[in-house]
């Protein structure tokens, strides 16, 4: 599925985020940025000890949950990884979806600084650390057209790892559509 809002490509897309060709990637990382399972592993198999490098060297405390840190991509075509802990899900009543709009807004605010014109998202959150995605979709999807319009970011990837993934977010995508002409 592909949108055009407030001048901004939107594309939701079922992929592998480590093939993806945008200015910036996001990171589902863990607060520690030193490497981890998931998304976060293969990030940094494709993109090599290069990043986890400018991990240690630049953030030696890490990164809280929810904000966002930037390396370069190493070996991929990304320019940048955005690195950023998503909540871990404990129920639902630890705050857990403001933390996870602030992954999403500080990443994007942090590819802007950065001066990329794209980037690309995983769906944060909901693989290991166990965010129910119906419950997430929503969040990324709005908290990301709340950062529009943009001053440099013309596109911006959902890449989800499944079909069913990419489903839902179809659905949600679709939903906030509809609502907003009403
Ligand atoms: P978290 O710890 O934030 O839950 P995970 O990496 O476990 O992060 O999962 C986040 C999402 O990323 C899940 O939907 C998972 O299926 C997906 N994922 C895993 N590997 C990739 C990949 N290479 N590209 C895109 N998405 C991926």
């Not at 871990?88 to 602030?102: A, F, T, V």
């Not at 419950?135 to 990324?140: D, L, Q, V, W």
Request: hydrophobic content about 35%.
């Amino acid at each position: 599925m592909e949108v055009t809002i407030k001048s901004t490509k939107i594309l939701l897309i079922q992929s592998d985020i480590t093939l993806e060709e945008t200015d910036a990637i996001v990171n589902a990382a863990n607060t520690s940025l030193r490497g981890g399972g998931g998304v976060d592993g293969a990030i940094h198999r494709a993109g090599g000890p290069e990043i986890l490098e400018e991990c240690i060297a630049k953030y030696p405390q890490g990164c809280k949950t929810g904000e966002a840190k930037v390396t370069h991509g190493g070996l991929l075509k990304a320019m940048w990884v955005i690195h950023t802990p998503g909540p871990i899900w404990r129920g639902g009543d630890q705050n857990e979806s403001e933390l996870l709009k602030n992954s999403y807004r500080n990443s994007f605010q942090q590819a802007e600084f950065a001066g990329a014109t794209s980037i690309s998202y995983p769906s944060i959150s909901t693989g290991i650390y166990g965010f129910p995605i119906q419950k997430a979709a929503p969040i990324a999807i709005d908290t990301v057209l709340d950062c529009l319009p943009s001053n440099s970011i013309r596109e911006v990837h959902f890449v989800l790892f499944s079909k069913r993934d990419l489903t839902i977010y179809t659905e949600i995508l679709t939903q906030v559509l509809d609502s907003s002409l009403e």
